[in-house]
């Protein structure tokens, strides 16, 4: 059983940056593909981002390409996101998700199904 915890969220104006963390407890990630999602209100939950195990394989989503980056530090057992350039269409609850495998295929990476363990989320808010 893995334990994930989100923290760094909080309200940037428009053009901002900000970077979220995702702490793992209970065991080790060093051998789970991790993923970011984000939900805004009335809305699915979505695909941002993921890595790989080793972490030399990333994915983003296109509306964030460029502008956001994953990372992890396993020796922390944390999984970074980056966020630059931040708009308001980045308003939402942003969850990180540890899946069953050290790898994902692109397509795999963007289904919240592959993913077995689950954060709270940390509030997001861009203003204008």
């Known amino acids: 059983q893995v334990q994930l915890a989100e923290s760094g969220g909080g309200l940037v104006q428009a053009g901002g940056s900000l970077r979220v963390s995702c702490a793992a407890s209970?065991?080790?990630?060093?051998?789970?593909?991790m993923g970011w999602f984000r939900q805004a209100p009335g809305k699915e939950r979505e695909f941002v981002a993921a890595?790989?195990?080793?972490?030399?394989?990333?994915v983003h989503a296109d509306s964030v390409k460029g502008r956001f980056t994953i990372s992890r530090d396993n020796a922390k057992n944390t999984v970074y996101l980056q966020m630059n350039s931040l708009q308001p269409a980045a308003t939402a609850v942003y969850y990180c998700?540890?899946?069953?495998?050290?790898?994902?295929?692109?397509?795999?990476?963007?289904?919240?199904?592959?993913?077995?363990?689950w954060g709270q989320g940390t509030q997001v808010t861009v203003s204008l």
């Open positions: 209970g065991r080790t990630i060093s051998m789970s593909a």
């Open positions: 890595i790989s195990s080793s972490g030399s394989y990333t």
């Open positions: 998700a540890a899946g069953r495998t050290p790898y994902f295929s692109t397509a795999q990476a963007m289904g919240v199904r592959n993913y077995d363990y």
